[in-house]
Nanobody, 126 residues
């Protein structure tokens, strides 16, 4: 059974930093792109960041560029999201996702991911 389990979400003050982790079990996605998405209350799920299997390609949504960094450790089957200078508008449930088929690049499209975690809550207070 494939599982993606996020952790690291919590309540933090604006301007602070936080790192989210996503541990994969049941199979490896070391040859596939992975990504982070988020969903704020009353809003649709949105793309945050994606990374290719080799970590050579990364994409970010404009609102987090320069503040968030996506990383992966294929040996540990773990995906990370390092978040700096957090803002109240970053408050959301954050989900990690993995594409099933091997691919060289990265993708921001949610419909191109096959496996999803259950999410971890990040709350940023002003």
């Amino acid at each position: 059974q494939v599982q993606l389990v996020e952790s690291g979400g919590r309540l933090v003050q604006a301007g602070h930093s936080l790192t989210l982790s996503c541990v994969v079990s049941g199979r490896t996605f070391s040859s596939s792109p992975m990504g982070w998405f988020r969903q704020a209350p009353g809003k649709e799920r949105e793309f945050v960041a994606t990374i290719s299997w080799s970590s050579s390609i990364t994409y970010y949504t404009d609102s987090v560029k320069g503040r968030f960094t996506i990383a992966r450790d294929n040996a540990r089957n773990t995906l990370y999201l390092h978040m700096f200078s957090l803002k109240p508008e970053d408050t959301a449930v954050y989900y990690c996702a993995a594409r099933s088929s091997p691919e060289y690049g990265a993708t921001s499209r949610a419909d191109e991911y096959d496996y999803w975690g259950q999410g971890t809550q990040v709350t940023v207070s002003s």
